[in-house]
């Protein structure tokens, strides 16, 4: 019985998860001059003039906050790059962003793209009324 229950603290314990070290954003000027990175785009309209307005986005890693995790934005289509500590990736993990409109009518789009290599690898967004939630499980 005792080596049960050790066994089961070693599988509970392999299944912690814990911040990439460094991990934040930077504002960034778009997704062509960042290669090498996971960039987030995020815009909110007013859904009768289709007037940009400002907005924030709430990025998380595997569900878990972490320092910096929330910006806010101008009335812009607004670019966000994730960015780690030196020699740390994200990949093996689930990035997933939550942007916010103040107006709960507000069209809001969020978008993110893994372009780590020449071409994006992967990419998700999502449109919705007053907030928009995309993710991406970075390989």
């Not at 998860?17 to 001059?33: C, H, M, N, R, W």
């Not at 790059?81 to 507000?106: F, W, Y």
Request: proline residues 4%.
């Amino acid at each position: 019985m005792a080596t049960l229950a050790i066994g089961a603290t070693v599988v509970l314990s392999g299944c912690a998860q814990t911040i990439v070290p460094g991990l934040g954003l930077e504002k960034a000027s778009g997704f062509e001059d960042n290669r090498d990175s996971l960039v987030i785009e995020a815009a909110v309209k007013d859904a009768k003039t289709g007037e940009l307005k400002p907005g924030n986005i709430t990025v998380t890693q595997d569900q878990m906050d972490f320092d910096g995790n929330r910006k806010d934005f101008g009335p812009e289509e607004s670019y966000f790059k994730v960015v780690t500590d030196e020699g740390e990736s994200v990949s093996g993990h689930l990035i997933r962003v939550v942007v916010q409109a103040n107006d709960p009518e507000a069209e809001v789009h969020c978008a993110i793209k893994d372009i780590t290599k020449k071409e994006p690898t992967h990419a998700t967004e999502s449109e919705g009324e007053g907030s928009a939630t995309c993710q991406i499980d970075v390989s």
